[in-house]
């Protein structure tokens, strides 16, 4: 059963006018204010043959960095479908063989080290962040800022 599948596309950089029409006449597309991102819905028996039909259908027509699957799958991971260069491909085809893994598998742990690696970071950092501010303010100031700042501003009555 062929099912329809919303795929992202993500850009390496803004499309041209042209770029984007030449697209449209191969598969419908919507795109963002900066034409960075693009949304379609492709037809496919699953969301990784739907990925891998439309990078052939697009080819070379837009300056793709990424394809993804919009929404999770029932194991809740989001798909990815990417190109990489020879020697990126040429290492992780080394790595798969000698840990006996499939490349998409070394690929997807490596991936998964570092969103880790860059979210440890940014929790460091905004511990950093808040420590310093720790220093000259109460943490009462620092919470009601934060919640004056972060939370929607309510009309009074």
């Known amino acids: 059963m062929t099912r329809h599948h919303a795929v992202e596309i993500a850009l390496t950089r ?10 449209r006449r191969r598969v419908p597309l919507a795109a963002n204010a900066d034409r960075t991102r693009l ?32 929404y999770p799958d029932h194991d809740g991971h989001i798909l990815l479908n990417v190109v990489l260069g020879p020697c990126a491909d040429a290492e992780i085809r080394r790595a798969a063989a000698a840990s006996s893994q499939r490349p998409g598998d070394v690929l997807g742990e490596r991936i998964t080290a570092s969103l880790t690696q860059d979210q440890r970071q940014r929790r460091r950092h905004l511990e950093s962040q808040i420590q310093h501010l720790l220093t000259d303010h109460t943490p009462e100031e620092v919470v009601a800022y934060a919640a004056a700042h972060l939370l929607p501003q309510r009309p009074p009555g």
């Open 14 to 23: 803004p499309a041209t006018p042209a770029e984007l029409h030449r697209a």
């Open 39 to 70: 949304m379609t819905v492709h037809n496919g028996k699953s969301p990784a043959r739907a990925l891998h039909q439309l990078r052939r259908r697009l080819g070379t027509s837009l300056p793709i960095d990424v394809l993804t699957t919009h």
